[in-house]
């Protein structure tokens, strides 16, 4: 893993000095990643794959920022994989989350080898995004289509949390 250049509010609760200091992690193999996958504990994980192209993930991107707000002392985690080019995380990637104020956590996954990789996050996903995973110790749901409001990801996350 390396990091690249400094954006804001990469924790959340970072003032605006301390989060020109943090950097996005950059992950050049799935396999990197693939631990958050794998957690076994009380903590609801949100893990989101979308892209700053991509108008779909840009249109459901308040929805999934406002769980961060909203359940931010709970036992919940929002991890935002953006799968944007490699070339384009200074770019785009970076600009796009200083610009809309990200509060979750972002990564960026820069494996291109998809087909390698896509089924190990799950079987069912055919590698449009956006997809989330939610997921608690081994209770799992993947979502496969954007969210259209706050309440379709919030009722799904609630029966995580609320368990």
């Not at 794998?38 to 609801?44: A, G, H, L, P, S």
């Not at 200074?90 to 494996?111: M, N, W, Y």
């Not at 069912?124 to 289509?145: C, D, F, L, S």
Request: hydrophobic share 40%; with cysteine; charged share 25%.
């Amino acid at each position: 893993m390396r990091s690249i250049l400094p954006l804001l509010f990469f924790f959340g609760a970072l003032d605006l000095a301390s989060a020109q200091k943090a950097a996005v992690p950059v992950y050049d193999h799935f396999d990197q990643l693939a631990p958050i996958f794998q957690k076994d504990n009380d903590t609801t994980y949100v893990i989101n794959f979308w892209a700053t192209w991509c108008k779909p993930c840009v249109e459901e991107l308040p929805y999934i920022e406002q769980l961060h707000a909203d359940y931010g002392s709970a036992k919940l985690e929002v991890i935002l994989v953006s799968l944007d080019f490699p070339n384009q995380i200074e770019s785009k990637l970076l600009p796009f989350i200083e610009e809309r104020g990200l509060q979750s956590k972002v990564v960026a996954l820069t494996d291109g080898n998809y087909n390698r990789w896509i089924d190990q996050v799950e079987p069912q996903w055919g590698g449009a995004i956006p997809i989330t995973i939610v997921y608690r110790g081994k209770e799992r749901r993947y979502i496969g289509e954007p969210f259209h409001s706050y309440e379709e990801i919030r009722e799904i996350v609630e029966a995580f949390v609320g368990s």
